[in-house]
T-cell receptor, first 111, second 113 residues
């Protein structure tokens, strides 16, 4: 069966510090991968998605970036965090173009 | 931006009551999905719908793909305290990217024991 992991589970970072969040998927190959941010108030905002190694599509211009160095690894990064980057970051994977399956999330607090 | 209208925004009900929530859109969707999110966790897929008119159940949950392809509803029968959470509808927009879903803003369900 497939599983998706995210780490860290929680993170507290100062403004201006770098960020690296990691997502890995097991039990599947060539998945579509997604990064979402969920601010307080519930909505899910798609940040990036990837349909293959090295292929990244950005949905929202911001100070975040994403990379996919391996087939089942998706990384969300920032060089300098802003207060507004605080939120709940969710990684998801999809076997094709329909259902998406979410990871447990990373709670990021920028102080 | 999002093109799904999900309602109600929140519900506060008594244990044992039935619940109904829905999503509507001015655009046609190829797929409708319903997710549940517990506090501090990622959303979990409850039901997936692929055909207009399709009615699918998962235990006490029932969801339908509207015949016009522009709406979907989710019913929960005989609610229990563990049904508490945020319920999201999501869909794949016809003519849109095959890789992206459009999400509703969620329905916050509170069940009073």
């Amino acid at each position: 069966s497939q599983t998706i992991h995210q780490w860290p589970a929680t993170l507290v970072q100062p403004v201006g510090s770098p960020l690296s969040l990691e997502c890995t998927v097991e039990g599947t190959s060539n998945p579509n991968l997604y990064w979402y941010r969920q601010a307080a108030g519930r909505g899910l905002q798609l940040l990036f998605y990837s349909v293959g190694i090295g292929q990244i599509s950005s949905e929202v211009p911001q100070n975040l970036s994403a990379s996919r160095p391996q087939d089942r690894q998706f990384i969300l990064s920032s060089k300098k965090l802003l207060l507004s980057d605080s939120g709940f970051y969710l990684c998801a994977w999809s076997p094709s173009d329909n259902e998406q399956f979410f990871g447990p999330g990373t709670r990021l607090t920028v102080l | 931006g999002q093109q799904l209208n999900q309602s109600p925004q929140s519900m506060f009900i008594q244990e044992g009551e039935d619940v109904s929530m829905n999503c509507t859109s001015s655009s046609i969707f190829n797929t409708w999905l319903w997710y549940k999110q517990d506090p501090g966790e990622g959303p979990v897929l409850l039901i997936a719908l692929y055909k207009a008119g399709e009615l699918t159940s998962n235990g006490r949950l029932t969801a339908q793909f509207g015949i016009t392809r522009k709406d979907s509803f989710l019913n929960i029968s005989a609610s229990i305290p563990s049904d508490v959470g945020i319920y999201f509808c999501a869909g794949q927009l016809r003519g849109g990217s095959n890789y992206k879903l459009t999400f509703g803003k969620g329905t916050l369900l509170t069940v009073n024991p």
